[in-house]
């Protein structure tokens, strides 16, 4: 088992910034891809950035690119998501998550998931 605690959420204005941060603990962090997704009222869950176990390798939703930066600390436990030039679309909750199958992308291969955290941007 893997236990995750998101943090770090909040209300901010269009093109501000957040840093969110997920604490793991239970079976050894490093051992997992982990990941980031969100959850916009009405919509489906949505894959926004992975990282590979040692951090080296990242991934992004497109929207995302260039905004957000992922990133781990293994010797924390401590996944983050670094969120700049924020917008009113990337308003939702937000969940990190631990991979526990093969596709990066798809929320159906995490088995470990955190209770989520708001992130409201407001124009």
């Known amino acids: 088992q893997v236990q995750l605690v998101e943090s770090g959420g909040g ?16 079976r050894t962090f490093s051992n997992y891809y982990m990941g980031w997704f969100r959850q916009a009222p009405g919509k489906e869950r949505e894959f926004v950035a992975a990282v590979s176990y040692g ?38 909750v937000y969940y990190c998550a631990a991979r526990t199958s093969y596709d990066i992308y798809d929320a159906s291969h995490y088995g470990y998931w955190g209770q989520g955290t708001q992130v409201t941007v407001s124009s």
């Open 11 to 26: 209300l901010v204005q269009a093109g501000g910034s957040l840093r969110l941060s997920c604490a793991a603990s239970g």
């Open 55 to 92: 951090g080296r390798t990242t991934y992004y939703v497109d929207s995302v690119k260039g905004r957000f930066t992922i990133s781990r600390d293994n010797a924390k436990n401590t996944l983050y998501l670094q969120m700049n030039s924020l917008k009113t679309e990337d308003t939702a």
